[in-house]
T-cell receptor, first 111, second 107 residues
């Protein structure tokens, strides 16, 4: 049990729709990172938030956006969903540069 | 841009064997390297974190080493057990992951 919780656990959306995924970070952690993991591949870094500011971004289009709240919980928003967005979405919390702890992920299926 | 590579992609060993998993990274200016375990369809479980000032970390049957000059990290698993079967991933600086090594330990 890492103390990082993600919701929902599973989600089915239609192409073109928008989705919001949520992550509650471990108590005391001020950094949250989001990853996309396709089947059989390693996680791909989407972006990181540190104290409510974006602190790095991977190679993902602007329709992937995020927020971090004052309590350090976070949201990942994806607009105009595409079939290739189907994946496991993972969030991790940490103090920046320290050990990262992951949630169990949200399985998104776009049909 | 940091690139992380893991070799082998898959490994199958009999129970009790000692084994080594490899992780290579291209940018030696890292501040940490972390090893994770992932069971199918699940999130990642942190195994070991090595800060850039350290050369190795140990936890039970696991030992991870870091050589920044050669851009390599290894994860050593002693006396492997069927419960060790999972995908093992390394990540540099919390952001760049390798594709993982899928380990199967046969009883």
């Amino acid at each position: 049990e890492t103390g990082v919780t993600q919701s929902p656990t599973h989600l089915i959306k239609t192409r073109g729709q928008q989705v919001t995924l949520r992550c509650s970070s471990q108590s005391g952690h001020n950094t949250v990172s989001w990853y996309q993991q396709a089947l059989g591949q390693g996680p791909q870094f989407i972006f990181q938030y540190y104290r409510e500011e974006e602190n790095g971004r991977g190679n993902f289009p602007p329709r992937f956006s995020g927020l971090q709240f004052p309590n350090y919980s976070s949201e990942l928003n994806v607009n105009a969903l595409e079939l290739d967005d189907s994946a496991l979405y993972l969030c991790a919390s940490s103090f920046v540069g320290r050990e990262a702890f992951f949630g169990q992920g949200t399985r998104l299926t776009v049909v | 841009k940091q690139e992380v590579t893991q070799i082998p992609a898959a490994l199958s060993v009999p129970e009790g064997e000692n084994l080594v998993l490899n992780c290579s990274f291209t940018d030696s200016a890292i501040y940490n390297l972390q090893w994770f375990r992932q069971d199918p369809g699940k999130g990642l479980t942190s195994l070991l974190l090595i800060q850039s000032s350290q050369r190795e970390q140990t936890s039970g049957r696991l030992n991870a080493s870091l050589d920044k000059s050669s851009g390599r990290s290894t994860l050593y698993i002693a006396a492997s057990q069927p419960g060790d079967s999972a995908t093992y991933l390394c990540a540099a600086n919390d952001m760049r992951f390798g594709a993982g090594t899928r380990l199967t330990v046969k009883p």
